[in-house]
């Protein structure tokens, strides 16, 4: 883009999409430029004749509310899904050193029919430490044998249980319920990673429930994970995406199939929110 002339202005805060006429025409907001003092400074104006929003499946719904764009179809901060992951460790007679090389250089495709994705992945020794079970001696034994553990991420294609709105300050304020075929796809993905890793002879493994102590592939088979609360699993998200969804009806989706804003011209969304 620098190359072909465009020009980067960085901490620049925008809070409006400027439309007229029914198209975008540019955007205003705050530059955030006093020196060594971050609050807001001048205004600015940014006069175009097309508009690209990429502030991702959380911010995206939030300017396009506040500009009042999407409002015909109900849906824009709606429907967001978030890819539930849980990360399991295990643990191996030999040395893996799961810190070295890439973290994520691996992932499995076989179960997407159930919607689940299993990832490869490693995360700071120190951090692994912190989350092994136990207390005392007990946690400093496991904790020393960090370089046996290895360590896989499981996620979910969930249903779109989330709601984006507006919160007190700038940054939005999420709601999110899963899916009961959710839930039991997490049992599923967990007792899918526990297995491959058995599988490749780990020796016990580490759930992703708190308060749980690791298992063998005896124990496993007795842990019934559909009938453990789901305030007591470990999970996360990395991927807020759908809040601002493609479709082909604007009675029930915000941008088209090519991401065009359906009710204002000159307007596209190219982010995770579509």
């Not at 090389?101 to 076989?110: I, K």
């Not at 020796?203 to 124990?219: N, Q």
Request: with cysteine; proline share 7%.
């Amino acid at each position: 883009a620098l190359a072909r002339g465009a020009r980067v202005v960085s901490d620049g805060l925008v809070e409006r999409i400027v439309t007229k006429g029914g198209r975008a025409v540019g955007v205003r907001g705050h530059l955030y430029n006093r020196p060594g003092v971050r609050k807001k400074g001048d205004r600015f104006e940014v006069r175009a004749r097309r508009v690209v929003v990429a502030c991702g499946g959380m911010h995206t719904p939030l300017l396009l509310q506040a500009s009042r764009v999407g409002r015909r179809s109900g849906q824009v901060g709606r429907n967001l899904t978030l890819h539930p992951g849980f990360r399991m460790s295990a643990r191996f007679a030999d040395e893996v050193r799961g810190w070295q090389g890439a973290m994520q250089s691996v992932y499995s495709d076989a179960f997407e029919h159930e919607r689940i994705t299993m990832v490869g992945l490693f995360i700071p020794p120190a951090v692994v430490a912190a989350t092994l079970p136990g207390f005392g001696p007990e946690h400093a034994r496991r904790a020393a044998r960090m370089p046996h553990y290895a360590m896989m991420g499981g996620m979910i294609h969930d249903d779109g249980g989330g709601v984006v709105r507006r919160g007190p300050g700038r940054e939005p304020r999420l709601s999110y319920r899963m899916a009961p075929r959710d839930r039991r796809a997490a049992s599923k993905a967990i007792r899918l990673m526990a297995q491959t890793f058995f599988a490749a002879g780990a020796e016990e493994v580490y759930l992703p429930v708190l308060g749980h102590p690791p298992v063998d592939a005896d124990g496993l088979a007795r842990v019934d994970l559909d009938a453990i609360p789901a305030r007591r699993l470990e999970c996360s998200s990395q991927h807020p995406l759908g809040s601002c969804r493609m479709g082909v009806d604007p009675r029930t989706s915000v941008v088209d199939p090519d991401g065009k804003a359906w009710d204002v011209e000159g307007l596209y969304v190219v982010d995770g929110s579509i």
